[in-house]
């Protein structure tokens, strides 16, 4: 799975690296962030992994946030939780998540499950399977 996927927050640290709010043209982070994801969107594609398309709007989907938790449930809790890329239609704003690794990166059998827990809740976003 292509794991260089611009996100909000890669865009604002580019826009960091130049040390400047605007871009040359003078547009605002939300102008170089879908610049930067239509250009590395493309090259994304092109390296033999295609974007998820959405079937009701017959469109490409555009990556939203890469690194989300995604948190299986049990009857009694949580039990894994996993690593994962957010996608979104760029027409209807439906959201799906998919890029999951091989493994989890943490279970509740684990000592430090709360902790890894906690740290995606506050880092990025957790996304619960019930
Ligand atoms: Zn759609």
Redesign the pocket.
């Given at each position: 799975m292509q794991k260089e996927i611009i996100t909000p927050a890669v865009a604002s640290k580019a826009l960091k690296i130049f040390q400047r709010e605007v871009d040359n043209d003078g547009d605002p982070r939300s102008c170089m962030l879908q610049a930067l994801k239509e250009t590395l969107g493309s090259l994304i594609k092109y390296k033999g992994y295609h974007c998820p398309v959405?079937?009701?709007?017959q469109?490409e989907?555009h990556p939203e946030r890469n690194g989300v938790g995604v948190v299986d449930y049990a009857d009694y809790g949580p039990v894994n939780l996993w690593e994962a890329d957010l996608w979104e239609?760029?027409?209807?704003?439906?959201q799906i998540v998919v890029g999951f690794g091989d493994y989890p990166i943490s279970s509740h059998i684990e000592d430090d499950f709360d902790k890894i827990m906690e740290l995606y809740g506050r880092e990025s976003i957790i996304i619960g399977n019930h």
């Open positions: 959405c079937a009701a709007c469109t989907m239609c760029p027409k209807c704003h439906i």
